[in-house]
């Protein structure tokens, strides 16, 4: 596949077929990851790839819906080692992006579909479930597995003249292509996210009782309870 072809045809893949991801493709995937550009050529990346059913369902569990999507996952991790970031421009940052889009068009390239996750919980509770130690940031996960759906419809763009200015930076009104409008606010995925939750699972985590564990459950389905009965007054009030 040309690279041309990787980058114009790419989408987000969220349903997934149950064929595991050969080793050597994934290894193919992390070496792509490798030859990108990194700032002052530190390489200072590592990536935990996960296909281990207890740990993807842990993660899931704590806040990572995305994880139990697909059989593999990989998340990239970044050293923050001060003396090698420049925290102006992040660009510690900056270099594990450059990594992630190589693994995602070389995915690609194998037949595989990907979905970069930036929305994940509490960075130290990922850390603590894979063992990650200080000194290294969490950028996100990637979805990576053989898809199982239509091939996706062209997504939504702005068009290009939008997108660009040369020489000196010029405002243009723009299309909106985002999933929602600016200051929308998910009231029942706020629920879940409350900060009660969140410390019940880090309780979890750090004591390994399963006592946390029953009480993440009753918290979970009571803000399922909550958020079903706004949406059911919201239908109530349209009609």
Known sequence: ?????????????????????????LLKIIDAARHSPTA????NWHFV??????TLNK????????????PVVIFTFYSDQKGMVNLEYQDHIQSASAAVMSMVYMAQSLGLGTDWVCDLPSESNIKAILGVPKGYRLVNMLNIGYPDQK?????????LEEI???????RVQTTFTGMYQPGFKPEGLLQVKS???RLLVWLWLRTGSDFWKRLILRFSKAARQAKAVQEGKAKAAQK
Request: hydrophobic fraction near 35%.
């Open 1 to 25: 596949m040309e690279i041309e072809e990787a980058i114009f045809t790419r989408r987000t893949v969220r349903k997934y077929s149950g064929k595991p991801v050969e080793k050597e493709k």
């Open 40 to 43: 002052c050529n530190y390489q």
């Open 49 to 54: 790839v996960v296909d281990e059913k207890e």
């Open 59 to 70: 993660l899931h569990f704590v806040g990572a819906f995305h994880a139990i999507i697909s």
């Open 151 to 159: 091939a996706p419809q062209p997504k939504k763009m702005k068009p």
């Open 164 to 170: 660009y200015s040369f020489n000196k930076f010029a």
């Open 195 to 197: 900060w009660g939750r």
